[in-house]
């Protein structure tokens, strides 16, 4: 067992490190308070090599692993969840989905370009009446001639105005005695007539970022753009999110991280009674929490980037590594504030975005109650990992680096 980070590895962090600090920090509060994502960014993190850092170089990636997918969403989510969010949609469920079920033609319309941060993209899947029960969505994908005419209106979407692209789940056979074998996924350009989105307003986080809605009005694709085989929509959703939830566990981890360092930094200036609060017990319990969550949430995703390496299914793993950093990441915040006392109650410090950003991600790519449910079916032996036609490719310095 080999827990050492390559000179590699560090040499990601430190570059994502250096973006988010010093480029992003500085702006965020003005943003987060504008309800708008900074124009500046989803180009810098393309031209940087973020938006492709794990996939292969043929494909316009960096050629990284995927714990370099991990410790960057760390990083980003140590300044804010806006960014991250965007390694999660357009990497974590969608690239990656492409990668893993794409033929060589869909790769290179899409995957390269979306590897390049020449095309953004995004994940559509929830609908206004289908969350958690993806198989009860409305929307329709019906074969005519060479094309697929989709109908249908998705929800929360990440990146829904600002993406180019969508993968998208929409049902082919209303007559599937399962109606989960009754869905399909597509790649839409999001530039077709008939496609209309809009933002969300008014939520209580992610503000710095991009939420919105699609709706689809007839809207004709190239029976090419479905991806993988008919009825296999389901089957490719679940796969897509344990690649989201990955990039969601890893980014939680580095919120923890961004409510341990502003506690340590306040406990050790603010005093009371005549001394730092950082010597009261209480004050050092919450400390102690917060390292006791860190360490954890980071080997949990660690391990599930090791097992993506490896090409191992990591569906239990992922999900727990999702579940137990985002929990904690809310506990950590709120913990945060409470350090903070009433300036914690305020946006002159970051740690009140902490807690809005940190309670998104226990609702999204499967809410805790989700994954409770997973983690007991796991265990009892109700569930198991039925495999796929196409996994995750493993990670291969040699295949990843190669032109
Ligand atoms: C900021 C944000 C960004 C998002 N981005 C995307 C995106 O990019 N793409 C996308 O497709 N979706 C996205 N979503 C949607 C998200 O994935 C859904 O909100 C989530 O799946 C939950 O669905 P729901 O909101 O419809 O809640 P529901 O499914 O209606 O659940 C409501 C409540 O009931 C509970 N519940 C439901 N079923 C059960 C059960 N069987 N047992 C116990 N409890 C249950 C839930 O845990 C929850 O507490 C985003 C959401 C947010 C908030």
Redesign the pocket.
């Known amino acids: 067992m080999d827990f050492a980070l390559t000179d590699e590895h560090r040499m990601v962090q430190h570059m994502v490190k250096g973006f988010a600090q010093k480029e992003v920090a500085p702006i965020i509060k003005e943003y987060d308070r504008k309800q708008a994502m900074a124009p500046f960014v989803l180009p810098r993190m393309g031209e940087l090599g973020i938006l492709g850092i794990c996939l292969p170089v043929r494909y316009g990636g960096q050629g990284m692993d995927y714990i370099a997918l991990g410790l960057a969403c760390e990083e980003l989510e140590a300044v804010d969840s806006t960014l991250r969010?965007v390694m999660?949609?357009h990497v974590g469920?969608n690239s990656l989905a492409l990668l893993q079920w794409g033929t060589e033609e869909q790769k290179e319309q899409f995957l390269v370009p979306q590897a390049r941060g020449e095309k953004i993209a995004?994940?559509?899947?929830?609908?206004?009446?289908?969350?958690?029960?993806?198989a009860a969505m409305d929307s329709t994908a019906r074969l005519s001639g060479d094309k697929y005419i989709i109908n249908g209106e998705?929800?929360?979407?990440?990146?829904?105005t600002v993406a180019d692209h969508a993968l998208i789940v929409a049902r082919t056979n209303p007559d599937a005695s399962d109606p989960h074998d009754g869905l399909s996924a597509f790649m839409v350009e999001l530039d077709r007539p008939g496609v209309s989105c809009g933002d969300?307003h008014g939520?209580?986080?992610?503000r710095a970022?991009s939420?919105g809605w699609l709706a689809f009005q007839n809207v004709e694709i190239p029976r090419q753009n479905l991806i993988g085989e008919e009825g296999e929509g389901f089957k490719i959703a679940m796969s897509c999110l344990d690649n989201?939830r990955y990039t969601v566990a890893a980014g939680a981890t580095g919120l923890i991280r961004a409510s341990l360092e502003s506690s340590v930094k306040y406990a050790g200036e603010r005093r009371a009674f005549g001394r730092e609060i950082g010597k009261f017990q209480l004050v050092q319990q919450k400390i102690a929490y917060m390292v006791q969550s860190f360490e954890a949430a980071q080997l949990l995703y660690l391990r599930a980037g090791w097992m993506k390496n490896q090409g191992v299914r990591n569906t239990r793993e992922t999900s727990l590594a999702k579940w137990f950093a985002t929990d904690a990441s809310f506990d950590a915040a709120s913990e945060a504030i409470q350090i903070h006392g009433a300036y914690g109650y305020s946006d002159e410090y970051d740690v009140e975005r902490y807690l809005r950003n940190a309670?998104?991600?226990i609702?999204?790519?499967?809410?805790?109650?989700?994954h409770?449910?997973m983690q007991a079916g796991f265990a009892l032996g109700y569930r198991d990992d039925v495999p796929l036609r196409c996994e995750l490719p493993p990670f291969d310095l040699d295949a990843w680096r190669s032109e």
Do not use: H, N, R
């Open positions: 969010v999660s949609v469920l995004c994940f559509g899947l929830t609908e206004p009446g289908a969350g958690s029960d993806v998705k929800m929360w979407i990440s990146l829904a969300i939520k209580l986080g992610v970022g939420t989201g309670k998104g991600a609702l999204y790519e499967g809410t805790s109650e989700i409770q449910l």
